[in-house]
C-alpha cells in the first residue's frame, strides 16, 4: 500500500503543469565548453544504487521488505544538494537504458548490456509505463540543471544475448554464425558496425541515432562512448556530426586510453584513442589509472607531458579526464587505504585536467558486497547468483547506496574540491614543471603563475614512510596547505619532510 501511494503522488506531481520550470527553460547547455577548459568536476554514479535504502545492512535491496528501496530517476533528486556542497558540476550517469536478462551477470543485469538503444531502464522507475519514465528522467536532468550540474550518460558498445535473439542482423557472427562474446563478457555480443563492403553498417548507425535523439529530448549534455575503440572512425565522426549539428556543446567523451592497443576480440575493429579525438571526440580518459603501477618520477612526467603535447596536435581543443579511478578499477581504498583516496582528490585538484571520482570516494567504501557471487533469493534474470567484480563499484545487481558517511574523507573531498574552484585559473594557466627529490618514489611537480606558486609532493609508495625527502624548489613564502600531520621544514631553495605511505602534501605561494 505504500508503494501505491508513493506512485500515486510520483505521478500526480510529473503531471503537474509546474513541472518544468522557467529557470529550467532557460537553461543553456554548456558542458563542451567547461570540459574543454578544464572545469568540468565529475561524479560518476549509477542510478539503480546512487539513492537506494538498504534497510536490513545486508548490502542488497530486498523487494519484499516495505522499507528498502532500489535507486530511481526521482529519489536521487534528494541527493544533487550533498553533490553541489562539494562543487560537483557534472555528472557521469552510468547506462539507463533497458537491460538484457538472459546470459545475465548478476541478478539485476549488467548495466552494459544493452537491450534498446531508444528504450530507458524501467528499473529507474516506479512504472514500467515508458511515457511515465521519461518523465522522470527529464525531472531528474531538470533538478541537475536547476544546480548547475551537468549529466553525462553512458553509452554501451554491446548488446545483450537478448538483443542478439530478436535482432541478429545487429551483431557479428563467427564461422558457425554463432554470436561474438569480446574477452569474458559473457552476458554481451558484439555489434556489426561495418556492412560486407566494409562501410558503415546502417542498421546499426540508425539504432544509435535513436539513442542520440534520445539523449537530445532529454536534455543531456554529453555521453561517454563505452569502449569507443571497437566502433570505426567513420562511424563516430558521422554520428559526432550529427549530435553537434543539434547541440553544438553536447559532449563526446571516449572510453580510450594511450595504453590500449588492441580490440577485446579478433572480430571487432580497432580505433586508438587519437583516431577517436581526431573524429571529434572532445576528450578521453587517458592513463591515469596507472598511476599506481608507476616505478619513478619519470613515468609520472611522461604521463602528463603526453597529454600536453597530444592535445596540441589538433586544430579544435581537446581534454581529459582524471581517471585515477572508475567503476572498472578497484577501489581507492584497497589501493592505499584512506591516503590513496585522498591523494587521488588532490591529484584531480591540482592538475590541469577534468577532474573524476566514483561514488563512495568521501565514504571510504571499498565495494566489498555481502552477498558477493552468493545465490539470492530474488532475481530479475536467469541468473541466481549475484555476481560481481570484487572490490569494483557493482553494475549487475540492486545492491546497496555506496558509502558516503566517512567525515574523515568527506572533510578532505570537500577541501581538495574548495581549492581547485578557488584556484582554477593558476591550475589552467600556470606553468607545470616537475621537481627534482631525493627519492624515486616521490613525485613532486610546482605550478607558477603571476607570481602566485602550487607545489604538491607525494609519496607514491603505498606500503612504506619515507623520511628526510628533499625536495628542490626556489620560494620565498610557501604555505602548508594540504599534509597529514607529517614533519616538513622549509630550508634555502628546498623542503624536507617525511611522507606517510601515498600521502600527499601541498604547499601555496601567494595564493
Keep these: 500500500m505504500k508503494r501505491i501511494f508513493i506512485l500515486i503522488v510520483y505521478v500526480l506531481f510529473l503531471n503537474s503543469p509546474c513541472v518544468f520550470s522557467q529557470e529550467t527553460q532557460n537553461y543553456k547547455n554548456d558542458l563542451r565548453t567547461l570540459f574543454l577548459n578544464n572545469q568540468a ?21 530486498d523487494f519484499d521488505d516495505e522499507n528498502e528501496r532500489k535507486g530511481t530517476f526521482l529519489n536521487a533528486i534528494s541527493r544533487l544538494d550533498e553533490l553541489k556542497e562539494f562543487n560537483i558540476n557534472t555528472l557521469h550517469v552510468l547506462p539507463i537504458t533497458k537491460t538484457g536478462k538472459i546470459k545475465s551477470l548478476g541478478t539485476a543485469g549488467s548495466l552494459y548490456a544493452l537491450l534498446s538503444f531508444g528504450e530507458l531502464n524501467p528499473q529507474l522507475s516506479y512504472s514500467n509505463d515508458q511515457d511515465t519514465i521519461k518523465k522522470e ?78 539523449m537530445l529530448e532529454l536534455n543531456v549534455d ?72 608507476f616505478k619513478n618520477v619519470s613515468d609520472f612526467e611522461k604521463l602528463i ?39 587521488t582528490m588532490w591529484l584531480n585538484a591540482t592538475l590541469n585536467i577534468n ?19 552468493k545465490k539470492i533469493n530474488q532475481t530479475f534474470t536467469d541468473n541466481e547468483i549475484a555476481y560481481v567484480h570484487e572490490g569494483k563499484f557493482d553494475i549487475f545487481n540492486f545492491s546497496r547506496k555506496p558509502k558516503n558517511n566517512d567525515i574523515y574523507l568527506i572533510n578532505a573531498f570537500k577541501k581538495a574540491l574548495d581549492f581547485r574552484v578557488k584556484n582554477q585559473e593558476i591550475i589552467n594557466n600556470g606553468k607545470f614543471s616537475i621537481l627534482k627529490t631525493s627519492n624515486k618514489n616521490v613525485f613532486a611537480y610546482e605550478i ?33 596547505i594540504q599534509s597529514l600531520n607529517s614533519n616538513q621544514a622549509l630550508g634555502k631553495n628546498k623542503i624536507i619532510l617525511d611522507l606517510q605511505p601515498a600521502e600527499i602534501q601541498v604547499y601555496g605561494e601567494n595564493l
Design 137 to 214: 528522467a527529464k525531472k531528474f536532468i531538470e533538478e541537475c540543471h536547476k544546480r548547475n550540474i551537468r549529466v553525462i550518460v553512458d553509452l554501451p558498445s554491446c548488446g545483450a544475448y537478448d538483443y542478439f535473439l530478436t535482432n541478429p542482423n545487429l551483431f557479428i557472427k563467427d564461422q558457425n554464425l554463432l554470436s561474438v562474446t569480446p574477452l569474458d563478457w559473457v552476458d554481451v555480443r558484439l555489434f556489426k558496425t561495418r556492412d560486407k563492403n566494409g562501410k558503415i553498417f546502417e542498421d546499426l548507425y540508425k539504432e544509435h541515432i535513436k539513442f542520440i535523439d534520445l
Design 355 to 373: 577532474p573524476y571520482f566514483v561514488d563512495g570516494i568521501y565514504g571510504a567504501d571499498n565495494y566489498i558486497y555481502k552477498f558477493s557471487n
Design 305 to 343: 607531458s603526453f597529454n600536453r603535447k597530444l592535445f596540441k596536435k589538433f586544430n579544435d581543443q581537446k581534454s581529459v579526464i582524471g581517471c585515477f579511478s572508475t567503476h572498472d578499477e578497484l577501489s581507492p581504498i584497497l589501493i592505499g587505504g584512506k591516503n590513496f583516496s585522498i591523494l
Design 448 to 480: 607558477t603563475y603571476n607570481k602566485q606558486k602550487i607545489v604538491v609532493i607525494f609519496n607514491n609508495n603505498y606500503d612504506i614512510q619515507l623520511k628526510n625527502i628533499i625536495v628542490y624548489t626556489n620560494f620565498d613564502n610557501l604555505q602548508l
Design 222 to 293: 554529453g555521453i561517454r562512448a563505452d569502449v569507443a575503440t571497437i566502433k570505426p572512425y567513420l562511424f563516430w565522426k558521422n554520428l559526432i556530426d550529427y549530435t553537434k549539428s543539434k547541440d553544438n556543446e553536447f559532449l563526446f567523451l571516449a572510453e580510450a586510453s594511450d595504453s590500449w592497443n588492441k580490440p577485446p576480440s579478433d572480430y571487432a575493429p580497432f580505433t586508438n584513442y587519437y583516431n577517436l579525438l581526431k573524429a571529434g571526440f572532445d576528450g578521453y580518459y587517458g592513463s591515469f589509472f596507472n598511476l599506481k603501477s
Design 41 to 61: 568536476i565529475i561524479y560518476e554514479i549509477n542510478l539503480r544504487t546512487f539513492n537506494a535504502n538498504d534497510a536490513n545492512n545486508n548490502d542488497i535491496i
